[in-house]
Each structure stands twice: as C-alpha cells, then as structure tokens.
C-alpha cells in the first residue's frame, strides 16, 4: 500500500517556477514508477511526466519538454516536479500516481494503483 500526498502548487506568474513535491509512505516506495498527471477543467486527466525506480524519465511530448523535470529521492520517499517558464496552459490540478508497472513508464491513468489529492497550479498572463 502506498499513500501521496502532493505539495507545493499555487498561484505564480507567466514565466515563473514552481516545484511540486510527491511525498509517499510505504518502505517499498523505490520500486514503484511515479508519475504526475494534470487535469485542467473540463478536460481529460492527462500524463505529463514518469520516472522509473532507476530514475529513468518520460515526458510528455511537446508539452512540457524542456521546461518541466521529474526527479525523485528514495531517501525521502519523495518525487518532484520542477515547473520552470510555466504559461497559462499548464493551469490544472496537478496529481502523483504510483504503479508497479515494469517496462516504459506508463502514460495511462488506468495505469495507475495509487492517487493523491491533487495541489492545484493557477498561471495567470
């Protein structure tokens, strides 16, 4: 069983930065993939970053690349997601999953064992 719990969103400027914490109980933490997903309102929760238990990333395409990274510590059970140049776009809730997934770090949320609560992120123009 693994419990998250996000931190860190809030209301910041276009252009500015923001780092997300994903803080998870559970002695096994090290051997699950996490992942960060966002839903913006009305739309479909959607993927925009994983990292394996080797820390190997994926991305989203296009979206994020070159702006957001994931970065995890196993010492402190913890996944971060650090926003940098954020637009209005990337306004949504911001949610960590964890799977026991093997192979690529999966993009569906279907994926997915273990949820947060989200931490809301608001870029205004």
């Known amino acids: 069983q693994v419990q998250l719990v996000e931190s860190g969103g809030g209301l910041v400027q276009a252009g500015g930065s923001l780092r997300l914490s994903c803080a998870a109980s559970g002695r096994t933490f090290s051997s699950y993939y996490v992942s960060w997903f966002r839903q913006a309102q009305g739309k479909e929760r959607e993927f925009v970053a994983g990292?394996?238990?080797?820390?190997?990333?994926?991305y989203a395409a296009d979206s994020v690349k070159g702006r957001f990274t994931i970065s995890r510590d196993n010492t402190k059970s913890t996944v971060y997601l650090q926003m940098n140049s954020l637009k209005p776009e990337d306004t949504a809730v911001y949610y960590c999953?964890?799977?026991?997934?093997?192979?690529?770090?999966?993009?569906?949320?279907?994926?997915?064992?273990?949820w947060g609560q989200g931490t809301r992120v608001n870029v205004s123009s």
């Open positions: 999953a964890a799977t026991s997934d093997r192979g690529s770090v999966p993009m569906s949320p279907r994926n997915y064992d273990y």
């Open positions: 990292i394996g238990w080797l820390s190997v990333a994926r």
